[in-house]
């Protein structure tokens, strides 16, 4: 499907550093349809993208199949290189290039019940889901997670929609203060669990699940903020088995971004360490996993390696490309 051309035709904050859009096809015709989940990725002046996790608050069957809008929840980075102040500067009128949505998220299509986990501004895809899950009459817990109530945004509307099923957690409330294990441990061994949030949380939620018993498929997660350098970061080589090329990885860049410089053919999407797209084997040498997907074992085995965030602990990774 072509990129799409959206009007903004709403904003406003529902909070310090969150800024919440509205979108409308230019033309005015409906929008192509979504589940929940489901992200956007909008382009930025400098030819870049980013992603953006959908809204929806409509708790009705086909809310979301040919929508009028798309709604959007960002938040201020405070370093950000471009990603988060454009969209903090789009004014009603402006106009922005996206992506049809795509889905590497989605809902499980079981009646077990649901545990939905939220931290910060990783709540967006979670709405939907709650909606949805509502929708379709199906039992869940939404727990949502901040540092404090006055920076999470959509309590009021969460509220409303979710009634029961939510609990928010803020750091600042200390008897509200989130327990991911009894969470996790409090779970029925069928339920499934959702979570959105930084990688910190993601990691724990997987960590406690594992322990806990649960497979892999019934743990589905989303990362919410993009990989930065780590300071310490070296140069490291890179090299082609199919080709013996060998390329430097600067500190500020990823394998990805060097290899696809250099017109290596690569798969890969989120760009974030959480889609395992572009995993690859690793032949020769030793990974730095920063991805969320790989357990423990797997990251100790040290055969595999997610290249779009993941970098090197020896001076030389040969990969199987
Ligand atoms: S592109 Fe998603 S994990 Fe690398």
Not at 29 to 54: E, M, N, Q, T
Not at 172 to 194: F, M, N, Q, R, W
Not at 302 to 308: L, S, T
Request: with cysteine.
């Amino acid at each position: 499907m072509s990129e799409l051309r959206l009007k903004v035709i709403g904003t406003h904050a529902p909070c310090a550093q969150i800024r919440a859009l509205t979108l409308a096809a230019e033309d005015g015709d409906p929008l192509p349809g979504y589940s929940a989940g489901a992200h956007i990725r909008v382009k930025l002046p400098d030819a870049s993208d980013r992603h953006y996790s959908l809204i929806n608050w409509i708790a009705e069957p086909g809310a979301t199949s040919a929508p009028a809008t798309y709604r959007l929840g960002v938040r201020l980075e405070e370093d950000s290189k471009g990603g988060s102040r454009h969209m903090h500067s789009l004014r009603e009128g402006d106009i922005v290039t996206v992506a049809p949505p795509k889905n590497d998220f989605a809902l499980h299509d079981s009646p077990a019940p649901a545990l939905l986990i939220a931290g910060g501004i990783g709540v967006t895809p979670i709405i939907s889901m709650a909606a949805e899950l509502k929708a379709k009459g199906r039992p869940f817990a939404f727990h949502y997670c901040g540092r404090s109530r006055g920076l999470m945004a959509f309590t009021d509307e969460l509220e409303e929609l979710c009634e029961e099923a939510l609990t928010v957690h803020s750091d600042d409330e200390p008897d509200t203060c989130v327990d991911l294990k009894a969470l996790v441990g409090g779970a029925s061994a069928d339920s499934h669990i959702y979570v959105c949030g930084p990688r910190g949380m993601i990691e724990a939620v997987r960590e406690i699940a594992h322990a806990r018993g649960f497979a892999k498929d019934h743990v589905h997660f989303e990362l919410f903020d993009t990989p930065e350098a780590t300071t310490g970061d070296q140069s490291f080589e890179v090299e082609i088995s199919s080709t013996g090329q060998v390329f430097t990885v600067p500190p500020d860049k990823s394998i990805i971004e060097v290899l696809e410089a250099e017109g290596v053919d690569l798969v890969y999407d989120c760009q974030r360490g959480d889609c395992g797209i572009c995993q690859t084997a690793v032949l020769e040498g030793v990974p730095d996993h920063r991805d969320v997907i790989l357990t423990d074992e797997e990251r100790a085995a040290n055969d595999v390696m997610q290249i779009c965030v993941s970098r090197a602990k020896s001076a030389r990774l040969v990969l199987d490309l």
